[in-house]
């Protein structure tokens, strides 16, 4: 629930000591069973990580998302709220319908409304499900350029584009310093 949701619920509250009262009430369920977090606004108890395999009572399937799926989530979580035009020209390539389909399935992301813009195109946002599985309190966890650097996640173009120069030039380079150079098939 909001905090103001639970103001209201407890007599008009003032929202700034529902807050502290959350804070304090998260602070003492810290080291147990349960905790209770604040996801998108939203406070609500979960069980703690450790414990989360005793109470599953059956498997999630384990939901592979396509790379395109993966590469919009990305852009709608970093750029929202953004249209299915702004996704194409960041992606470079025409996304299907079906990659959003997929996404708003899964909860992750939702219509946001229209752009003021001629044609009103629709646009997209990220929902307070995304925030929850990804055990986010908002987008500014969202980790930053550097952060996926060392993670290991992004092969910077630059560096990808300078590798195969570079080995491009050894085998020519290699080609001319042994003087078998690749004979041109009109000669």
Same mark, same amino acid.
């Given at each position: 629930m909001?905090?103001?949701?639970?103001?209201?619920?407890?007599?008009?509250?003032?929202?700034?000591?529902?807050?502290?009262?959350?804070r304090?009430l998260?602070? /003492?369920?810290?080291?147990?069973?349960?905790?209770?977090?604040?996801?998108?606004?939203?406070?609500?108890f979960?069980t703690?990580?450790?414990l989360?395999?005793?109470?599953r009572?059956?498997?999630?399937a384990?939901?592979?998302?396509?790379?395109?799926?993966?590469?919009?989530?990305?852009?709608?979580?970093?750029?929202?709220?953004?249209s299915?035009?702004?996704?194409?020209?960041?992606r470079g390539? /025409?996304?299907?319908?079906?990659?959003?389909?997929v996404?708003?399935?899964a909860?992750w992301? #939702?219509?946001?409304?229209?752009?003021?813009?001629?044609?009103?195109?629709?646009i997209?946002?990220?929902?307070?499900?995304?925030?929850?599985?990804?055990?986010?309190?908002? #987008?500014k966890?969202?980790?930053?350029?550097?952060e996926?650097?060392?993670?290991?996640?992004?092969d910077?173009?630059?560096?990808?584009?300078?590798?195969?120069?570079?080995?491009?030039?050894?085998?020519?380079?290699?080609?001319?310093?042994?003087?078998?150079?690749?004979?041109?098939?009109?000669?």
């Open positions: 909001t905090v103001a949701a639970l103001a209201g619920h407890l007599g008009d509250a003032a929202a700034g000591d529902v807050r502290d009262s959350l304090r998260a602070a /003492q369920y810290e080291g147990r069973g349960v905790h209770l977090v604040e996801r998108g606004d939203r406070w609500h979960q703690a990580p450790d989360a395999h005793l109470l009572r059956e498997r999630e384990v939901r592979r998302l396509s790379r395109a799926a993966t590469e919009v989530l990305a852009i709608v979580a970093y750029h929202e709220p953004v299915r035009a702004e996704i194409e020209a960041i390539v /025409q996304t299907s319908s079906g990659t959003l389909d996404l708003m399935e909860g992301v #939702r219509v946001a409304g229209r752009r003021e813009v001629p044609g009103r195109p629709v997209y946002a990220t929902t307070p499900d995304f925030l929850d599985h990804f055990g986010l309190a908002s #987008r966890e969202l980790p930053g350029i550097d996926l650097k060392a993670a290991g996640l992004l910077p173009v630059d560096d990808a584009f300078e590798a195969l120069t570079a080995s491009e030039e050894e085998v020519a380079g290699a080609d001319t310093d042994t003087g078998n150079a690749a004979a041109d098939p009109l000669d």
